[in-house]
């Protein structure tokens, strides 16, 4: 790779923010900050009275994972519950309170939709709304991520991402950490090596993406003739 693409390539994984876990830790599926932060968003737009500002989204208790049934992505946070840390601008009509609370509402239940599992919800006042402001206005959802072909061919990686491809909920592959499929054979302390697939996908909105990232997990461990182990890495949700 030249230096022009390892630099394109930082930025693009910067872009991703951090690679959360989706589910439990026997799920074994992912999803990057940048895909769940801009659910949240989506969902704030439809809170009257609030102005979503910076999202975070982090562990709850860095000593409360667990270890992944599976090998993680690269960098990927490990199992456990997190918290989302958000500022907000509010209108003055109501008292600051109910305003948090509504949007406190609003995205817990959007992170119970993606499947994020979510100990805590920190929200900050940083502004307030005058009377004529535009409430409903947010930071801009991130730009789609890279976009993957299907691996052409009769190879493995071929018949992994068609099988993807056609699971319901899934709209696209994609190539944010490497090729949207990814084989590798990973040694084992007490058994003979296993094969490990790593698929990237964005998932439909109106799907819930641990719902759809299992199914792709089943669906691809079973084309492939030795099943092997599969991770499932959610960049986006449109």
């Known amino acids: 790779m030249t230096g022009d693409g390892w630099t394109e390539a930082v930025?693009?994984?910067?872009?991703?923010?951090?690679?959360?876990?989706?589910?439990?830790?026997r799920d074994g599926t992912w999803v990057?900050?940048?895909?769940?932060?801009?659910?949240l968003r989506h969902t704030a737009q439809r809170v009257a009275g609030v102005r979503l500002g910076s999202v975070r989204i982090a562990p709850a208790d860095p000593h409360g994972s667990y270890v992944a049934a599976v090998p993680p992505p690269p960098s990927a946070?490990?199992?456990?519950?997190?918290?989302?840390?958000?500022?907000?601008?509010?209108?003055?009509?109501?008292?600051?309170?109910?305003?948090a609370d509504r949007l406190r509402a609003a995205l817990s239940e959007a992170a119970d939709r993606l499947g994020l599992v979510v100990a805590e919800v920190d929200l900050r006042v940083t502004a307030l709304l005058d009377e004529g402001d535009d409430p409903g206005g947010v930071r801009p959802e991130e730009p789609r991520t890279g976009e993957a072909r299907a691996p052409e061919g009769d190879g493995d990686e071929a018949?992994?991402?068609r099988a993807a491809l056609a699971v319901p909920g899934v709209t696209r592959l994609t190539g944010a950490l490497g090729p949207a499929v990814h084989i590798e054979e990973r040694p084992a302390t007490d058994a003979l090596p296993r094969r490990h697939?790593?698929?990237?996908?964005?998932?439909a909105r109106e799907h819930r993406a641990l719902d759809v990232a299992l199914a792709v997990r089943a669906t691809v461990a079973d084309v492939l003739p030795d099943q092997p182990s599969v991770a499932v890495l959610v960049t986006a949700v449109e």
């Open 77 to 99: 946070l490990p199992p456990g519950p997190l918290r989302i840390t958000a500022e907000f601008a509010a209108a003055t009509g109501e008292p600051l309170p109910a305003a």
């Open 159 to 161: 018949r992994a991402g």
């Open 197 to 203: 697939a790593r698929v990237e996908l964005a998932t």
């Open 32 to 39: 990057t900050e940048s895909a769940s932060g801009g659910a």
């Open 11 to 25: 930025r693009r994984q910067l872009g991703l923010g951090r690679v959360l876990p989706l589910g439990g830790a």
